[in-house]
């Protein structure tokens, strides 16, 4: 029987998969793609699954040595900076890494203990983590349609 903590991984690495699945099929010249006056772009919806998945690492799971430099949730729009296609690439690479590794250290009791962040209060690592699970899912849904019917 797997642990709670094996279920839970696969099921976010499952999940991740509508933003993952893009990731190769997105070019260049995407990345500066934006929906009407939308204020993001791919490049930047990019960066920020990523910041998020190390803010989530780094302050929900413990993965206390990650220096986490969060720009997109910082300036909230896109500064026109998230331009290398290699650059981000491997920057969700490393996010996923690092969000896996700590997750693959809780036990199956740690689940249950609760966290607090400014973001979104007082919830279970359980609950949190349903917030990353819904956070990459909502964000590679807008990445799809800006790739699809953005204009850089």
Known sequence: MKSKTETLLELWVEARTRFS????????????KKLGGSPN?????????????????????????????AKTVIEKWDTGE????????????ESFDSLK???????DEDWESTVT???????TKAE?????????????GQL?????YGIA
């Open 21 to 32: 699945d893009q990731l190769p099929n997105i070019t260049s010249e995407d990345l500066a």
């Open 41 to 69: 772009s791919v490049g930047f919806l990019i960066r920020h699954i990523g910041e998020v998945e190390f803010l989530f690492a780094k302050n929900v799971f413990g993965a206390v040595h990650l220096k986490v430099s």
């Open 82 to 93: 998230w331009t290398d296609i290699v650059s981000l690439k491997n920057y969700v690479a």
């Open 101 to 107: 590794s700590i997750l693959e250290q809780q036990k």
């Open 117 to 123: 962040t400014k973001e979104f209060g007082t919830k």
């Open 128 to 140: 949190a983590f349903g917030r990353i699970i819904s956070h990459t899912a909502y964000h590679a």
């Open 144 to 148: 799809a349609i800006v790739k699809k």
